[in-house]
Nanobody
Framework: VQVVESGGGLVPPGGSLRLSCAAS????????MSWYRQDPGTQRELVAR???????KYADSVKGRFTISRDNASNTVYLEMNNLKPEDTAVYFC??????????WGQGTQVTVSS
């Protein structure tokens, strides 16, 4: 199983980034595909989640600014991030959850919001 994120980088406050995550080698369609983020010394927190049933969940801190979407045919999930703030700076991780298999994680991609 491989979970690979891409799209991180350095962006000024108010800017935008789009993260992508592709999961391969999974025998079944993931029930949920999610984005988490983590700063050094802090707990990893859920940013957004999308399930095959169409349920979408966002952290309160990103509601109205971030949009998660997924392509079930290719097991790919995206995170469109707008109006980025310095406090959004973190390593962003993709998680793929398969019922009966558990969770698979990517290696993370750095997002830095700074002028």
């Amino acid at each position: 199983v491989q979970v690979v994120e891409s799209g991180g980088g350095l962006v000024p406050p108010g800017g935008s980034l789009r993260l992508s995550c592709a999961a391969s080698g999974i025998p079944y369609r993931p029930y949920a595909m999610s984005w988490y983020r983590q700063d050094p010394g802090t707990q990893r927190e859920l940013v957004a989640r999308a399930t095959t049933g169409g349920e979408i969940k966002y952290a309160d801190s990103v509601k109205g600014r971030f949009t998660i979407s997924r392509d079930n045919a290719s097991n790919t999930v995206y995170l469109e991030m707008n109006n980025l703030k310095p406090e959004d700076t973190a390593v962003y991780f993709c998680q793929t959850y398969v019922i009966g298999e558990g969770a698979y994680w990517g290696q993370g991609t750095q997002v830095t919001v700074s002028s």
